[in-house]
């Protein structure tokens, strides 16, 4: 942590070096959030190039409140809800994506077939499920730190996460 | 009712990676903004604690070095085992069944692998029953047979991209190819054999095999994992594989592998699904259907663009069956999909243009080819950009794999 408070004040001085090492640190995690958040390989790539290069181009105006990696991980949902929100404006939403591939039989022997229910039920799950389970989960921040992240309650937090479990349980369970 | 540790177990397993295709994009894009704009390097203490850290990293590894060279010595006297042995005891046998898991929770899963007398590949079965769906696969020289109990459906198909997933398949956990597949693997690097020589005789060896994070395997990068072979100290034959992969920073199981018996030969119609299928299965047998279009003469880039050509031209015209089967189907659930969640999804007026075929990010093989068509939807018209990815089919045909929607204006 202690690292990473020394990277971020090194990159708003306008570091190369400590803007390369974020890079390298957490750009697996921010595209994992980014997928599972965007079920698309070219919009995850968009909204984490986004988030970087708004780190980059305007250090200086952004605050660091808490951990780089917490921080990091809501800078991509918040710009992944907003891509989101632009989408239902245009033809261009998820609905309108075919899917692009069957379901192998072999991939099951190979991949956890469970795995992949939960997959698909965690991506039928509201946005806002989605998000505080994936940032909980994938990118390690507490319900505090999400509260504070999103700017709601942390009751609503905490709701949130437990309605998404509980529609996941209940889907698994169903299809088990 | 499963416990919620259980579900997060469950979700913090559901992984995605970017590829590094993807990962190469944003850092150029990041590397194109410093060149154009001039960098203060503030001097900090980061490189210095980087490097205090790497030097602390070094001792370890020097300690780590010198207690693996104690072990080793202390061992000296026992029995040494070699992959070789394995290679060897493997060398003439020709039937392989095996048990396997590929999470604890699942059910077992059987596998039967049946080599010639001249020791090429045959047949190849796999029962995956799952706690959702009862089926069976079954592969012999290029034709597949894949029967689901539940939906009452058997296919019967020649597909180039499902022989690659079975031979993946074969090549890990298959006796006969594991062993010289690790060390084929080893010597192109990103996995690291190490043997676990046994303190006497009568105790298994191991061989354990470490994948680095980003590895690929069948074209697609994995995290890093751990392959642990257990060695029967009388066969040299493999007993038992664990396959962990890294999550959050440690080993997590990620499947089993248990070796019931070797060269026991297997019952006569074992590969038959069609005649252990029940009367009532909706059989569907393509094998006898062309999909997508013969190469010919044809570069590999020319034969994809014309598949994209034609298959646009079809799906313009609703000549919809035409248009499916150069989509390219394994069974007739499949191609009725493709007819509602494709081609009736969108009403193709005319194909505007056909562009160069690129090669695909990995995991992805084939070539994709973007493409541009006007269409009518609700009244209105506008324009629509594909990429469309074709590879082989079988023989030297080529049939589309996947489309996707890129910008609609």
Same mark, same amino acid.
């Given at each position: 942590?202690?690292?990473?408070?020394?990277l971020?004040?090194?990159?708003?001085?306008?570091?190369?070096?400590?803007?390369?090492?974020?890079?390298q640190k957490?750009?697996?995690?921010?595209?994992?959030?980014?997928?599972?958040?965007?079920?698309?390989a070219?919009?995850?790539?968009?909204?984490?190039?986004?988030?970087?290069?708004?780190?980059?181009?305007?250090p200086e105006?952004?605050? #660091?409140?808490?951990?780089?990696?917490?921080?990091?991980?809501v800078?991509?949902?918040?710009k992944?809800?907003?891509? #989101?929100?632009?989408r239902?404006?245009?033809?261009?939403g998820?609905?309108?994506?075919?899917p692009?591939?069957?379901?192998?039989?072999l991939? !099951?022997?190979?991949?956890?077939?469970?795995? !992949?229910?939960?997959?698909?039920?965690?991506r039928?799950?509201?946005?806002?499920?989605?998000?505080?389970i994936?940032?909980?989960?994938h990118?390690?921040?507490?319900f505090r730190?999400?509260?504070r992240?999103?700017?709601?309650?942390?009751?609503?937090?905490?709701?949130?996460?437990?309605?998404g479990?509980?529609s996941?349980?209940?889907?698994?369970?169903?299809?088990? | 009712?499963?416990k919620?540790?259980?579900?997060?177990?469950?979700?913090?397993?559901?992984?995605?990676?970017g590829?590094?295709?993807?990962?190469?994009?944003?850092?150029?894009h990041?590397?194109? $903004? $410093?060149?154009?704009?001039?960098s203060?390097e503030?001097?900090?203490?980061?490189?210095?604690?980087?490097?205090?850290?790497n030097?602390?990293?070094?001792?370890?590894?020097v300690?780590?070095?010198?207690?693996?060279?104690?072990?080793?010595?202390h061992?000296?006297?026992?029995?040494?085992?070699?992959?070789?042995q394995?290679?060897?005891?493997?060398?003439?046998?020709?039937?392989?069944?095996f048990?396997?898991?590929?999470?604890?929770? *699942?059910?077992?899963r059987?596998?039967?692998?049946?080599?010639?007398?001249?020791?090429?590949?045959?047949?190849?079965?796999?029962?995956?029953?799952?706690? +959702?769906?009862?089926?069976?696969?079954?592969w012999?020289r290029g034709i597949?047979?894949?029967?689901?109990w539940d939906s009452k459906?058997?296919?019967?198909?020649? @597909?180039q991209?499902?022989?690659?997933?079975?031979? /993946?398949f074969?090549?890990?956990?298959?006796?006969?190819?594991?062993? &010289?597949?690790?060390?084929?693997?080893a010597?192109?690097?990103g996995?690291h054999?190490?043997?676990?020589?046994p303190?006497?005789?009568? @105790?298994?060896a191991?061989?354990?095999?470490?994948? @680095? &994070?980003?590895?690929?395997?069948?074209?697609?990068p994995?995290?890093?994992?751990?392959e642990? /072979?257990?060695?029967?100290p009388?066969?040299k034959?493999?007993r038992?594989i664990?396959?962990?992969?890294?999550? %959050?920073?440690?080993?997590?199981?990620?499947?089993?592998?248990?070796?019931?018996?070797?060269?026991?030969? /297997?019952?006569?119609?074992?590969?038959?699904?069609?005649?252990e299928? &029940?009367?009532?299965?909706?059989?569907?047998?393509t094998?006898?259907?062309?999909m997508?279009?013969e190469?010919?003469?044809l570069?590999d880039?020319?034969i994809?663009?014309?598949?994209?050509?034609?298959?646009?031209?079809? $799906?313009? +015209?609703?000549?919809?069956?035409? *248009?499916?089967?150069?989509?390219?189907?394994? =069974?007739?659930n499949?191609?009725?999909?493709?007819?509602?969640?494709?081609?009736q999804?969108?009403?193709?007026?005319r194909?505007?243009?056909?562009?160069?075929?690129?090669? &695909?990010?990995?995991?992805?093989t =084939?070539?994709?080819?973007?493409?541009v068509?006007?269409?009518?939807? %609700? =009244?209105?018209t506008g324009t629509?950009?594909?990429g469309?990815?074709?590879?082989?089919?079988?023989g030297?045909? $080529?049939?589309?794999?996947?489309l996707?929607?890129?910008?609609?204006?």
């Amino acid at each position: 942590m202690l690292e990473d408070h020394i990277l971020w004040w090194r990159s708003k001085r306008g570091s190369r070096r400590a803007f390369d090492l974020i890079y390298q640190k957490y750009v697996d995690m921010m595209l994992s959030v980014a997928l599972h958040l965007l079920g698309n390989a070219g919009d995850a790539e968009d909204v984490v190039q986004e988030v970087f290069m708004s780190l980059v181009e305007s250090p200086e105006t952004i605050k #660091l409140r808490g951990r780089l990696k917490g921080f990091l991980a809501v800078c991509v949902a918040n710009k992944s809800r907003d891509l #989101l929100r632009r989408r239902k404006l245009t033809p261009t939403g998820r609905e309108d994506r075919v899917p692009a591939d069957y379901d192998e039989p072999l991939k !099951l022997v190979i991949r956890s077939e469970q795995i !992949l229910r939960l997959r698909d039920a965690l991506r039928r799950l509201p946005y806002e499920q989605q998000e505080v389970i994936t940032l909980h989960i994938h990118a390690g921040l507490t319900f505090r730190a999400l509260a504070r992240a999103l700017q709601v309650p942390l009751g609503t937090v905490q709701s949130r996460y437990r309605y998404g479990l509980n529609s996941l349980k209940t889907e698994l369970e169903r299809e088990d | 009712m499963k416990k919620d540790k259980e579900i997060e177990g469950l979700i913090a397993q559901v992984q995605y990676k970017g590829s590094q295709a993807i990962r190469e994009r944003i850092h150029r894009h990041f590397e194109e $903004w $410093w060149q154009r704009h001039v960098s203060i390097e503030v001097g900090t203490h980061t490189e210095q604690v980087t490097i205090r850290l790497n030097k602390v990293a070094c001792a370890a590894a020097v300690l780590v070095i010198l207690g693996v060279l104690a072990v080793l010595l202390h061992r000296s006297a026992s029995p040494a085992y070699a992959l070789e042995q394995t290679v060897e005891a493997v060398k003439d046998l020709r039937y392989f069944h095996f048990q396997f898991k590929t999470s604890p929770e *699942a059910l077992d899963r059987e596998a039967w692998i049946e080599y010639d007398p001249n020791g090429s590949l045959q047949r190849v079965r796999v029962d995956f029953h799952t706690q +959702a769906i009862r089926s069976a696969m079954v592969w012999a020289r290029g034709i597949t047979q894949y029967w689901s109990w539940d939906s009452k459906d058997l296919w019967i198909f020649d @597909d180039q991209e499902y022989t690659d997933l079975v031979l /993946f398949f074969v090549r890990r956990y298959d006796p006969k190819e594991a062993i &010289p597949n690790l060390q084929q693997r080893a010597r192109q690097g990103g996995i690291h054999i190490e043997i676990g020589q046994p303190a006497n005789e009568m @105790d298994p060896a191991t061989v354990t095999a470490t994948y @680095d &994070p980003n590895t690929f395997l069948l074209d697609k990068p994995r995290p890093a994992m751990r392959e642990t /072979f257990t060695i029967d100290p009388a066969t040299k034959l493999i007993r038992r594989i664990q396959v962990d992969t890294m999550m %959050n920073g440690r080993y997590t199981p990620a499947g089993t592998y248990e070796y019931i018996d070797y060269n026991q030969p /297997f019952r006569a119609d074992l590969f038959d699904l069609k005649r252990e299928a &029940p009367a009532d299965v909706n059989c569907s047998d393509t094998t006898s259907i062309p999909m997508g279009l013969e190469q010919g003469r044809l570069s590999d880039e020319q034969i994809a663009v014309q598949v994209v050509r034609e298959f646009l031209n079809a $799906w313009a +015209a609703k000549d919809y069956d035409k *248009a499916t089967r150069i989509y390219g189907y394994r =069974g007739a659930n499949e191609a009725r999909s493709i007819r509602d969640n494709v081609l009736q999804k969108m009403n193709v007026l005319r194909v505007l243009a056909v562009e160069s075929p690129v090669i &695909p990010e990995r995991p992805l093989t =084939g070539l994709r080819v973007p493409c541009v068509v006007e269409y009518e939807q %609700n =009244g209105r018209t506008g324009t629509t950009r594909f990429g469309l990815r074709i590879s082989k089919s079988s023989g030297n045909r $080529w049939r589309i794999r996947d489309l996707q929607l890129k910008e609609t204006r």
